[in-house]
């Protein structure tokens, strides 16, 4: 069920670009900001204390790896992780490295899921947006439907083969070291899509309200 869950995450967000407009773009920043919101307290409430329970002294180090990482990811796909997309590719050729970040950034976030949190409901609310963005970018750029439904039907495979992955005894011998990563990608995504949810970082009433809700409803799940 957890790879369905992720995958149909993806898919959501493509159909949903199918029928968008620019100006109805715009007012993704609302529910960005409440992915962010959620996906940080998410992050917080369930995999930090579970991280400082594993048997490693180098959290933090791991954690501000994993912050490092994202940064570097972020300057090949441009910031698309937290709904920021430029495509200006004038031969249309499939965009590997946008790819290849986001595949790594993607594959990082299955890691932690498990049954002892709820993270999963954290990414499918976060992937949801990001998956809409990134289709209605490559609708609107023109890129053939070949292209474009084949990057985003890998994009979708990503996490669920992160998952996968992680329940390989030998990644498991470094499941506390992944888990610190992953944390310190989700605090700068997080952080960085609260950031610049509204227009001249200055947060309106709706912003506001939308971002308590993030966290209150990220508490009580």
């Known amino acids: 069920m957890v790879y369905i869950f992720l995958f149909l995450a993806v898919a959501v967000g493509y159909l949903a670009a199918l029928g968008l407009k620019t100006k109805e773009l ?18 917080i409430l369930e ?8 048997p490693t002294e180098r959290i933090g180090i791991f954690i501000m790896g994993g912050i490092l990482l994202q940064i570097c990811l972020e300057f090949f796909s441009k910031g698309a992780e937290h709904g920021h997309v430029h495509l200006h590719d ?8 946008l790819f290849l970040s ?14 002892d949190n709820n993270i999963l409901i954290g990414i499918i609310v976060h992937k949801i947006p990001v998956a809409l963005i990134l289709s209605f970018f490559f609708i609107r750029a023109n890129y053939s439907k070949t292209v474009t439904i084949s990057f985003m039907t890998l994009f979708a495979i990503m996490t669920p083969l992160g998952h996968w992955l992680a329940g390989f005894e030998f990644l498991q011998t470094y499941h ?24 001249d970082h ?4 709706a912003k506001l309200v939308t971002i308590v809700l993030g966290i209150v409803l990220a508490y009580f799940i």
């Open 26 to 43: 715009k007012q993704m920043s609302i529910y960005l900001a409440f992915s962010g919101a959620f996906l940080l307290s998410m992050t």
């Open 102 to 115: 986001l595949s790594i950034h993607a594959l990082l976030e299955g890691f932690p899921i498990s049954e």
């Open 202 to 205: 200055k947060f309106n009433l």
């Open 47 to 54: 995999l930090l204390p579970e991280a400082f329970e594993m």
């Open 90 to 97: 004038s031969k249309r050729n499939f965009p590997w490295l």
């Open 176 to 199: 506390a070291e992944i888990t610190a990563i992953v944390i310190g990608i989700f605090l700068h995504v997080s952080t960085t899509i609260l950031y610049e949810s509204s227009k």
